[in-house]
């Protein structure tokens, strides 16, 4: 039988381990530096297998921490709202819990709904008609887009805002509110941020704030 000597070398380049299991066999003492070189690359191999494995490891660990610590922020703002029997009070928990939970403090908070006469409302909580308008259009969280000027103007000008949040409050399907939230930071509220947390933390908003204008039945 003959054998393609091209065909042996190119496998052994691929395969030298295979001379090295097989030495007995052939009467062959390899090289104990050769052996060593070997046994090193695999150890490195190894190690750096196991290097990339502890990394990820510690990213997932750090992931979940952050999640954790993401997730107890909301269940504290939503324990404010749960306490609340007015209006005042729905507003003073939203402010507390922007501020205390999430460093949050350049914020403006409207109420677009129409206001029943036997609730009593701030008057710094009422919305002109162009905010209404605007806030009609709103139908999801809005992240880093620079909002209407009507909004704008509703945001302190100092210190310079970069990023900002709109958060519409929806009671089925009507907006009964609207929160626009600004940040120094301009990837702080990034076009591509999630939004299932906020939108969970408005639809919370919005359901105290439907019981408070008495429309929960």
């Not at 209407?148 to 399907?173: G, I, V």
Request: hydrophobic share 50%; proline share 5%; with cysteine.
């Amino acid at each position: 039988m003959s054998i393609d000597e091209a065909k042996v070398r190119a496998f052994l380049h691929a395969q030298p381990q295979w001379l090295y299991e097989h030495a007995a066999e052939f009467n062959l003492r390899p090289i104990e530096s050769k052996i060593l070189s070997f046994q090193q690359g695999k150890m490195q191999v190894m190690q750096r297998k196991t290097e990339k494995m502890a990394s990820q490891l510690i990213q997932m660990l750090g992931d979940a921490d952050a999640n954790h610590t993401l997730m107890a922020k909301f269940m504290a703002f939503d324990q404010r709202l749960l306490t609340v029997n007015t209006v005042t009070q729905w507003q003073r928990a939203i402010r507390d819990g922007l501020k205390n939970e999430f460093a949050l403090s350049y914020y403006a908070l409207k109420i677009v709904a129409d206001i029943p006469k036997n609730v009593r409302v701030p008057v710094t909580l009422l919305a002109e008609n162009r905010i209404k308008a605007i806030s009609e259009k709103l139908t999801a969280p809005v992240c880093g887009a620079l909002p209407a000027a009507a909004l704008l103007e509703l945001l302190p000008a100092q210190p310079r805002l970069e990023s900002f949040l709109q958060l519409p409050l929806l009671w089925k399907d009507q907006v009964l509110a609207i929160l626009v939230i600004g940040h120094e930071n301009e990837a702080h509220f990034a076009p591509d941020m999630a939004t299932e947390w906020v939108t969970a933390m408005a639809d919370n908003m919005a359901i105290v704030l439907a019981r408070l204008l008495k429309l929960v039945r």
